[in-house]
């Protein structure tokens, strides 16, 4: 038998009356395309609005009674992401809400009155006034004001001086972006920041003491990658470092942003300690809150040792203001191979405390500790010994015995090692 031809399309309909044609593209072919869903809706697992109504009225009493036991409570009670969105859609819509809730503050440390009150009695009496970015700023002015009355007028001096009314009305709009600034792109004219050459007078004109502290963070961000170390340090000491006091000093703790802007200015480390970290020792009222804060981005983040080392150099040699104790314990911790410099340095810091008639505080005790702990093999037989001596003039009940069995038990080194320790005294300088 021959094949069967098949035919096209276009020829089976050749033979069909038009009308047949018409009915046959008008009405619609069901097709079997009904697909098996597996998700049934009891298996969704929501909450009731009768069950939401009732944790949210438990939720707000518990704020509540948080609210009028005072400051004691140290954690606040926070509704699950569900039920506090559903909360806040009863009121008007926020339009500050940022993923990474600014309102949020890093911690909140319980702080003992008492070991405030100890450390107290060691800051200075007249301590240091933190110099801001507009102090420098109206200084210059000043000086650059003087330099026109007695010399020739100098092209350079007015360009810094006097600024186009057009850039100064430019960085006032940029000024009121950062204020409100949240989440989102920066104006292009505030990255061009670091990369002019009177960076400074056109930072201050965005004024920083009111930006916001998303906007802080953002910013750090900015110097720290395009800044040199010697500019970077200048914005940490002028512009980041007096926002982070001042905020824990209105607050009783750190901003989410403000923290994050501090570990993000640890990329350039030598600033980092020398912008924040010794100034801030130096200014002789540094709180117990503010090192604990501060000396927990230390703690938490990778330092180089040469940066570290010339830090603890610092400390050790300056005044005693408690506060040292914590810092020079965190960088203990690290448990950095130091120069032998280094380890004298802080030899000799505590055996400054020889002829100190004042009872030291427990933090004192404890960075001794951790010293010897750590470094019990680097020092010599004669600091040993008189680090044992000094145990007698300052003890205290638990701690004095641990340091005094770890210097027995310390083998110390015997021969003086002649090293290079130009590096160090390099970044201290």
Not at 73 to 97: F, G, R, Y
Not at 285 to 301: F, H, K, P, W, Y
Not at 405 to 420: G, K, P, S
Request: hydrophobic share 40%.
């Amino acid at each position: 038998m021959g094949k069967v031809k098949r035919l096209k399309p276009s020829q089976v309909a050749k033979n069909i009356a038009l009308a047949d044609q018409i009915e046959a593209v008008t009405s619609v072919k069901s097709k079997n395309r009904n697909k098996e869903r597996n998700r049934h809706d009891d298996d969704e697992d929501f909450v009731n609005p009768e069950l939401s109504k009732k944790i949210l009225e438990v939720a707000r009493r518990q704020q509540a009674e948080i609210s009028e036991s005072g400051p004691s409570i140290v954690k606040q009670v926070q509704l699950p992401t569900k039920l506090k969105d559903a909360a806040d859609s009863d009121d008007e819509p926020d339009s500050d809400h940022d993923d990474l809730e600014p309102d949020t503050y890093y911690d909140n440390i319980v702080i003992d009155e008492k070991d405030e009150e100890a450390l107290r009695r060691f800051m200075s009496d007249k301590p240091e006034r933190t110099r801001t970015l507009a102090d420098i700023i109206k200084d210059k002015i000043t000086d650059k004001h003087t330099e026109l009355q007695t010399q020739f007028s100098d092209a350079e001096t007015l360009k810094l001086q006097n600024i186009d009314p057009r850039i100064k009305t430019m960085y006032e709009g940029v000024r009121d972006v950062l204020k409100k600034y949240r989440s989102g792109k920066l104006p292009k004219a505030f990255k061009m920041i670091p990369h002019l050459q009177n960076w400074e007078q056109i930072l201050y004109l965005t004024e920083p003491t009111t930006w916001s502290a998303a906007a802080m963070y953002q910013a750090t961000r900015i110097f720290a990658s395009n800044l040199k170390e010697k500019m970077a340090q200048r914005f940490y000491n002028l512009v980041l470092l007096p926002r982070v006091r001042d905020d824990l000093q209105e607050y009783k703790r750190l901003n989410f942003h403000l923290y994050q802007a501090l570990r993000k200015s640890l990329f350039k480390p030598g600033a980092f300690m020398k912008g924040i970290l010794l100034p801030l020792l130096e200014a002789g009222d540094c709180t117990l809150r503010e090192a604990i804060i501060v000396g927990s981005v230390l703690a938490r983040n990778s330092v180089p040792v040469l940066h570290s080392s010339a830090a603890l150099l610092k400390i050790a040699e300056m005044d005693y203001t408690g506060a040292n104790s914590i810092f020079l314990r965190i960088l203990f911790d690290k448990k950095y191979a130091l120069p032998y410099r280094v380890v004298d340095s802080v030899v000799f810091h505590f055996l400054r405390f020889q002829m100190d008639h004042r009872t030291l505080p427990v933090l004192w005790h404890q960075a001794l500790l951790t010293f010897v702990q750590r470094y019990k093999s680097d020092i010599s037989t004669e600091q040993r010994d008189a680090l044992l001596e000094l145990l007698r003039k300052h003890s205290h009940p638990t701690i004095t015995s641990e340091i005094r069995r770890e210097l027995q038990a310390a083998q110390c080194r015997d021969i003086e090692v002649n090293e290079n320790t130009a590096s160090v005294a390099m970044l201290v300088e």
